[in-house]
């Protein structure tokens, strides 16, 4: 089967002050515990270097040491939540770092994941189900009338499901393929932004969401055996303004990079002496094929080397 992945939605902007945290991971990778910063754009590259994969530029952060080679995640974890700094975890069980810059995840679902509710009038549908989460889940100040509730309520329902779904069908947590999920929740920052950050509706939105990752984070660390690393994300608002950048076909000058005022060469990829020595070695290979053959050619006698002159010779006899 093909790397399981699964996205509630396609992220490419600015992050402004965060946090990335660890929620859960298996004893193969070791995450350090301590304030280093990490870049954005680079958390798809942690996920793919805690699963063994290469990157294509190497990362000098110091977070994620050097684990077990031999026995690697199964699974990654993303979760991203919007409208927040951060969230009141557990202290000691998570390890947390500040987020810098852009966060860029892009996939698609496999189609196991195609019976979640995905439109307005399905999530609605779904909580008020005899077996969703508003069964169980405390609303307190939250209301079962209100959009902005039930669209916050109907994204816990959605992890919830997810873990169920795997649950039912275990042969996707059991092969010997990598999966990676990747979802994104704004429920939380809807909420913010109606009541307003300083409301109960918002305190009580931000401990039931923590509760609610907790337990996904469990379901799904349990579902592959204690093999899979679970991220999350958290992000208090987005700079849409870093997500594109135009030109003018009137711009004349190049602007300059300054921080390479020297006129350096670009670096090369990790493929580049992979491609330029099956190049070298082919075209010596051919060189010497041509030098071999044109001497034997050369130091060839017709009378006795050359097939052609024999069949001639003996017709001329026959004759």
């Known amino acids: 089967m093909a790397a399981l992945m699964v ?27 301590g304030n280093w910063p990490i870049p954005g754009e680079r958390i798809p590259d942690v996920a793919a270097l805690s699963m063994g994969f290469s ?26 939540v919007k409208g927040i700094d951060k969230l009141a975890l557990p202290p ?23 019976d979640l509710s995905v439109t307005l009038r399905q999530l609605r549908n779904r909580l008020f189900q005899e077996n969703s989460v508003l069964n169980s889940l405390p609303l307190n100040s939250l209301s079962r009338n209100n959009e902005v509730d039930l669209l916050f309520l ?24 990598p999966d990676l999920y990747s979802l994104e929740l704004a429920g939380l920052d809807e909420i913010g932004k109606h009541y307003g950050e300083d409301s109960e509706q918002f305190r009580d939105a931000s401990k039931i969401l923590a509760d609610a990752l907790q337990k996904f984070a469990d379901d799904m660390y349990n579902l592959y055996g204690g ?13 849409t303004s870093l997500v594109r950048k135009t030109r003018t076909i009137l711009e004349a000058k190049q602007a300059k ?15 580049y002496p992979v491609v330029f020595n099956m190049v070298f070695w082919i ?8 030098i071999i053959t044109s001497y034997n050619i050369w130091n060839m006698d017709p009378g006795y080397d050359s097939i052609i002159y024999r069949m001639t010779n003996q017709k001329i006899r026959m004759d």
């Open 7 to 33: 996205l509630l939605s396609l992220l490419a902007a600015g992050v402004l002050g965060n946090e990335f945290s660890i929620l859960r991971s298996p004893g193969s990778v070791v995450f350090r515990d």
């Open 55 to 80: 990157v294509k530029e190497d990362l000098s952060w110091p977070g994620l040491a050097v684990g077990n080679l031999f026995h690697r995640p199964r699974a990654t974890v993303m979760v991203m």
């Open 92 to 114: 000691g069980s998570v390890i947390s770092y500040p987020l810098e810059n852009r966060v860029y995840m892009v996939g698609k679902a496999n189609s196991v994941f195609e």
């Open 154 to 177: 109907s994204e816990l329902q959605v992890l919830h499901d997810i873990s169920s779904l795997l649950s039912r069908h275990k042969h996707l947590a059991k092969d010997h393929s």
């Open 227 to 239: 093999n899979a690393v679970v991220e999350l994300v958290t992000v208090r608002s987005f700079d």
């Open 257 to 271: 990079n300054p921080s390479s005022p020297y006129n350096l060469a670009y670096k090369y990829n990790l493929e």
């Open 283 to 290: 075209m010596i290979a051919l060189a010497l094929a041509v």
